[in-house]
């Protein structure tokens, strides 16, 4: 069964930092490019940041850029987003999710070129 599961969330104080992990099974995500997402209350999801198979290259939402790092250990099949200088707006559920994909990155912007969905982990940022 292919599975991707979250962990690493959690409630931080405004400033503060987390590093989510994104874990599969069942597949190899050395073929694959990840994206990871996030949808807070009220909101549509949004993509946060996508890295390429080789994780050779990444692309960020403005809002989290230079504050986000995404990182892949394809030896332990788990990605990995480093959240520093965490914001009150940086509060969401935070899915990760994967696409094989070729050269480069997937989009950003656009959840249907995702078939592989983890169900989520929770970041609140808050006093």
């Known amino acids: 069964q292919l599975q991707l599961v979250e962990s690493g969330g959690g409630v931080v104080q405004p400033g503060g930092s987390l590093r989510l992990s994104c874990a599969a099974s069942g597949f190899n995500l050395e073929y694959h490019a990840l994206g990871w997402f996030r949808q807070a209350p009220g909101k549509e999801r949004e993509g946060v940041s996508v890295?390429?198979?080789?994780?050779?290259?990444?692309k960020y939402a403005d809002s989290v850029k230079g504050r986000f790092t995404f990182s892949r250990d394809n030896d332990k099949n788990t990605v990995y987003l480093q959240m520093n200088r965490l914001k009150p707006e940086d509060s969401a559920v935070y899915y990760c999710?994967?696409?094989?994909w070729g050269y480069g990155t997937p989009p950003l912007d656009n959840t249907r070129e995702y078939p592989y969905w983890g169900r989520g982990t929770r970041v609140t940022v808050s006093s």
């Open positions: 890295i390429s198979v080789s994780g050779g290259s990444t």
């Open positions: 999710a994967a696409t094989p």
